[in-house]
Structure formats: C-alpha cells, structure tokens
C-alpha cells in the first residue's frame, strides 16, 4: 500500500492543512513526537542537562543530601492533627505520628546549621558548598530545605513524577525546585555532587537512597564520603546491622561507612570528623574554580 495522496485544495493557494500538520511542527514544539519510545535517550538527556545548567547558574558545587520519610509531621501539624483526631484509634495513630515530629525539628536543625556553616551563603558569583538538597517533597524533605531557609541559604529540591502526586515543599529555592519523569536520573543528580548524606528515618525510598550509596561506597564506585544516620533508636531497631556481619553478609569494616547519631549537632560534627569541610568540592569537581 502507498502513502495516503494528500487532500487537494479547493483554493490552490490555500496551505493550511500543511502548515497544521504535526509533521510541519519545530521538532522542540513537538510534545507527541519528543513523548515517543524512540526518543527517551534524548528525553533522559534533557533531564540531566536542565538540572545541571540550572545548578551552574546559581554556582552549586557541592550538596549535602538529606533523605527521610515524607510522612513525618512538623510538629506543629502534629500537634494539630491530635486536636482534630476524635477520641479512640484516631487519636492514637496522630499521638504516635507526632512523636516522629522530633525527627522533623532535627531535620530543620540541621538544615539550618549546614547552610550555615557549610558554604552555601557564599556570595552570588562565588561557588556554594554542601548545599541542602532533598527529595522535594513533604516531611523530613521539607524539614530540611525549611531548615535552610531559616538561614536565608539556598537549597535544592528534586522531585520525581509519581502516580499519587508528590507536591514540592514551599522551602526549596525555586530556581532549584526541578522534577524528574526518570528516577536514575534523578539518583544521579543526587548523588554527582555530594559531599556528605544525612539520613533521617524512613520507609522503602530512604532505605532505597542509603543502601544505593552505602553499596557505591562499599565498591568503591563513588569517592568515600561521610553518611551519618539521625535517630539511634530508630536504626537499631529497624536494621540488624551485626547481625549482617554475623551471617557474613557484610564486613565488619564495613559498619564504619557510616555513623549513627541522635542530633543535629551531633550529626554535624560527626560529618566534619568524618572529612567534611566547608567550602570545598566533592570527591570530583563539577565546576570549575576559575
């Protein structure tokens, strides 16, 4: 079978139908086109280079990257939730989530004294170090970027497409509030620039993000860097840690990949102990000092 013949004008100067072809449109305007299976390798690439193009522009080299869970509370919606929960179940499942509402005030605390501390007040036109950056979403996320902008720093939010809407928080800096289709790539744009990861208590998604990097380290397939767990008894009850090495899953060697810490002070100064400066790139460079 050949090609369709096209349509033949009533008035021979009439070229509408070519010009409303999808065939007509700029390649770039073309969202049918751009959304085919052929071209996901460019679809992948784009979302790597918005990301990058925009954290250049603001002179971010290094971050610190903060996961936890997006269902942790602040505390003052804790707090609220109990009062508008009625007497029975509901009350008792918000008292036990808004005793998870520490971990978001540590998580703020933190925030605030890296942004502080770290490098990412540096001037506009200077390089930024060991800025905040977080899934974007609510929760321990939100807590961090929050924690950031009590300290008048930029941080970073990288959302990812889900099937139930994840909503970035309203604390990220908007120039760095990117969404991801692509979760390897979102990973990437994670881990590339990080100088250091704290890890707040979390579900499957924390524990994807750790055990990734934890894994990177271990091989040697990213440069060591310090990963310090907030929330002692949460990690000691959740994850068996001598009991890996026990059944020779793991070394003991490796257990000190990481460190585990019950504040935001704490986690700091383990972070630092643990060969975190201030001012400095990541175990390699993403932009040039020049």
Avoid: C
């Avoid at 971010?60 to 942790?72: C, D, L, N, Q, Y």
Wanted: without cysteine; aromatic residues 8%.
């Amino acid at each position: 079978m050949g090609h369709p013949q096209p349509p033949v004008p009533l008035d021979p100067a009439d070229n509408s139908a070519q010009r409303l072809s999808p065939a007509y449109r700029l390649a770039v305007e073309d969202t049918e086109f751009l959304l085919r299976d052929e071209m996901r390798a460019l679809r992948f690439a784009l979302e790597y280079a918005k990301a990058e193009l925009a954290l250049r522009e603001w002179g971010v080299r290094s971050t610190i990257v903060v996961f936890g869970s997006a269902r942790i509370p602040s505390p003052e919606d804790a707090e609220a939730a109990i009062a508008a929960a009625p007497e029975g179940k509901a009350r008792e499942i918000a008292r036990r989530r808004a005793a998870l509402s520490r971990y978001y005030a540590m998580a703020r605390e933190f925030g605030h004294i890296a942004s502080r501390r770290g490098g990412a007040l540096s001037p506009n036109g200077r390089l930024r170090d060991n800025v905040i950056a977080t899934g974007g979403g609510p929760g321990i996320m939100e807590a961090a970027n929050r924690g950031a902008a009590d300290a008048g720093a930029p941080s970073i939010g990288f959302n990812i497409t889900l099937p139930a809407e994840q909503q970035p928080n309203p604390y990220s800096t908007p120039d760095l509030t990117f969404r991801f289709h692509y979760f390897a790539m979102r990973k990437m744009h994670l881990a590339m620039r990080a100088n250091a990861l704290a890890i707040f208590p979390g579900g499957f998604g924390t524990f994807d993000e750790l055990f990734e990097l934890l894994t990177l380290t271990q091989t040697r397939k990213a440069p060591p860097l310090p990963i310090v767990l907030f929330g002692a008894e949460y990690w000691r009850r959740v994850v068996a840690w001598d009991v890996l090495v026990e059944q020779g899953m793991v070394d003991p060697a490796d257990l000190d990949l990481f460190e585990i810490v019950d504040s935001a002070e704490e986690g700091w100064h383990a972070m630092i102990r643990r060969g975190l400066a201030a001012h400095t790139p990541p175990g390699r460079a993403v932009l040039d000092e020049e």
